[in-house]
T-cell receptor
């Protein structure tokens, strides 16, 4: 079956530091890959996505590239801000119009001023 | 973007009682909604797929008699936790896919259930 493994947290960084949260997946076929973010007290929001190999998703300074050869979708940001403090979830769907998502366990990021 | 709203955001109930959680798509019609459960420091676990006008499809290991799902209209799905026990305490999140295939799910704010 499908599975997502992401870096265990928590991750604590200082403002303006470089962020990487690793995510690897196992899936049959060609899944779509997502990063969702959950701010304290709120529901999940889509941060970025990629639907095919070598696609790069980007939003709010975050980037992730769909690497089929390494089955990875690592999240990066060059300079984090305090407001980026949240839980980040890597997820995949089986592709096409199948919206059933398989999530990783989530990584708590805390950015200190 | 599309808005999905859940109610209540927090609920505390006594053991043995039933609790209903609503999930509404506010500005679009959703033929399919999904219910997830999130354990502390764990991932979201898909519980069931709610289909408008038909029975929900439950994931393996989820008790359908325990977690009743009703998708009576294109904008409302409800999850009822029946005869709740402390182990049912959790964060329940719903999501819905918009009618146009954007590849994106929209999530509610979540409902935290505490069973005493």
């Amino acid at each position: 079956g499908n599975s997502v493994t992401q870096m265990e947290g928590p991750v604590t960084l200082s403002e303006e530091a470089f962020l990487t949260i690793n995510c690897t997946y196992t899936a049959t076929g060609y899944p779509s890959l997502f990063w969702y973010v959950q701010y304290p007290g709120e529901g999940l929001q889509l941060l970025l996505k990629a639907t095919k190999a070598d696609d790069k998703g980007s939003n709010k300074g975050f980037e992730a590239t769909y690497r089929k050869e390494t089955t990875s979708f690592h999240l990066e940001k060059g300079s984090v801000q305090v407001s980026d403090s949240a839980v980040y979830f890597c997820a995949l769907s089986a592709g096409g119009s199948n919206y059933k998502l398989t999530f990783g366990k989530g990584t708590l990021l805390t950015v200190n001023p | 973007g599309a808005v999905v709203s859940q109610h209540p955001s927090r609920v505390i109930c006594k053991s043995g009682t039933s609790v209903k959680i609503e999930c509404r798509s506010l500005d679009f019609q959703a033929t399919t909604m999904f219910w997830y459960r999130q354990f502390p420091k764990q991932s979201l676990m898909l519980m069931a797929t709610s289909n408008e006008g038909s029975k929900a499809t439950y994931e393996q290991g989820v008790e359908k008699d325990k977690f009743l799902i009703n998708h009576a209209s294109l904008t409302l799905s409800t999850l009822t936790v029946t005869s709740a026990h402390p182990e049912d305490s959790s964060f329940y999140i719903c999501s819905a896919n918009p009618p146009v295939d954007t590849g994106e799910l929209f999530f509610g704010e979540g409902s935290r259930l505490t069973v005493l």
